[in-house]
């Protein structure tokens, strides 16, 4: 259960107990994984005033993925409420944690949509993570790198709450000995993690993989290194890639807002040369 | 929220206020759809006994699915509570209703799953759809029809809570002003409907499409059908069929097993002829 040191704020009712259960057996969030989330960083300076990373890309992306899913989203009204559960996280004296929005379409008999804000202690040493790097294994996605092109229905590029294939295939790579997965379309494109965004770099080139008709999620976090790197003498490309690409390419990062980018330095068994200078100047772009 | 009348069990707790909030924030159900689920057609007899229709077809299958997720399942505890639970339902003096099994991964912190019954008055006029047949329309899957062939971490076959594009589905069929919407692969393949099975007559053949490699659920309901339909002069095959197919069929039916089988009587815009003897036929081999 959510430690006592937990902040849990609910859309509609402010903070409460973390602990306490939330959600009804017919909420549609439980019974369907109707709904989407973010997952966010938040940081606490060293005047105990608490931020969180990247705010408004994870707010806009979530009214993206309401408006998908027709569940009503009042901007507003959550930015207040993550006002109150991230002053309340100050004030534990507690520092750097994640926070997490949820939203679903809650109790099929009321049709009021569930929200909630909860922050957490972070759940690892991402810190000694990003220090040792990850071991990744491919997987197949069962998709067609442009299955979502005019489907609107699969929900493509939308954080839903439906994710039991992504915590299915996390295991699978705990099974391969692996610490995470890229996923793989049916045509043999590079798509996504199941929890991140995949970046690679080429000479002095970042490229990652295009969104849109691959179903991919916006990544925030890749989104803002995209729009630092330039300044910093980068190019940057949306590009279709093959397993193969990412092999020969000069570096390969997994990029998450909670556990930022952490570059791959074993892919399918095949050990990767570190590069510890871009690796730093990246995870620095990335606000790491 | 749940009705006050119906009836909610928890694995570990029993009975219970059907209006409590079960599901704290953590709840891996909850935030990533990671459990899976059973929905049961309850009966009351005319004194006053309750049943479930295929309670041990549903407990395999469940069964299946919380192996697939490497969650726990004792099918003891479950059918206990089970019987607890319609006990109290038939208490109640309602009649017929839907009951649904609902198993989660629980709380990350804890690592015990929860596990709910919950038993609620059918939600509409299945008997009245029944008559009146159903518009359907076809909408693509964006996967091909042997995707899951050698992936079991796409949890093919798996009934998870992760029914967010299954929901997005049926509100596009809506959309199109049809009752419900029937599956296609990229290969042009007939899978299944967002919550039943697809079957079809040709002569006094009856066809599905085959589990395993399509991903899709096997239903209890079908599997029901296609066991009685043979000692009534039925042939049963498993078929991977085109929408073409379908429309030269005889008869289609989307079945599940809280609503039954029902004949779709416009496919694609496309108005069918509806053979009444037969339906007849099918819904009460199906039980209904």
Redesign the interface.
């Known amino acids: 259960?959510?430690?006592s040191s937990d902040v849990?704020a609910v859309l509609g009712d402010g903070l409460v107990d973390?602990?306490?259960?939330?959600?009804?057996?017919?909420?549609?969030?439980?019974?369907?994984?109707?709904?989407c989330?973010e997952g966010c960083r938040v940081l606490v300076d060293s005047h105990g005033r608490g931020s969180v990373d990247k705010l408004d890309a994870h707010l806009a992306r979530m009214s993206r993925s309401a408006a998908?899913?027709?569940i009503a989203f009042d901007v507003d009204a959550w930015r207040r409420l993550v006002t109150d559960a991230v002053t309340a996280w100050a004030a534990t004296g507690q520092g750097e944690a994640a926070m997490?929005l949820?939203l679903?379409?809650g109790?099929?008999?009321?049709g009021a949509p569930t929200g909630?804000v909860?922050i957490?202690a972070l759940?690892a040493d991402y810190s000694g993570l990003r220090r040792r790097g990850l071991t990744v294994v491919t997987?197949?996605?069962?998709?067609?790198s442009d299955?979502?092109a005019?489907?609107?229905?699969?929900?493509g590029s939308?954080k839903?709450?439906?994710?039991?294939?992504?915590?299915?295939?996390q295991?699978?790579a705990a099974r391969r000995g692996a610490d995470d997965a890229i996923f793989v379309s049916?045509d043999g494109m590079v798509l996504e993690s199941p929890t991140g965004s995949v970046v690679w770099a080429a000479g002095r080139t970042l490229h990652t993989t295009p969104t849109g008709a691959t179903?991919i999620l916006a990544g925030t976090t890749q989104q803002l290194l995209f729009h630092r790197a330039p300044s910093a003498g980068w190019q940057v490309r949306e590009t279709l890639a093959t397993v193969d690409d990412l092999h020969e390419a000069d570096v390969v990062w997994i990029i998450s807002s909670v556990r930022g980018p952490v570059d791959v330095v074993e892919l399918d068994g095949k050990t990767r040369q570190r590069q510890p200078d871009t690796d730093a100047e990246i995870r620095r772009l990335c606000g790491f």
Do not use: C, Q
């Not at 973390?18 to 709904?35: H, S």
């Not at 109790?107 to 009321?110: D, G, N, Q, V, Y």
């Not at 997987?139 to 067609?144: D, F, N, P, Q, Y």
């Not at 839903?160 to 295939?169: E, G, H, R």
């Open positions: 259960m959510p430690e849990l973390p602990v306490t259960p939330v959600a009804r057996v017919d909420d549609a969030g439980l019974t369907r994984g109707d709904g989330f998908a899913l027709d997490k949820l679903s379409r109790p099929a008999s009321t909630l909860w957490t759940s997987l197949a996605r069962g998709v067609g299955a979502f005019d489907s609107p229905w699969l929900l939308v839903t709450l439906s994710y039991a294939i992504n915590m299915a295939a295991r699978e049916t179903g």
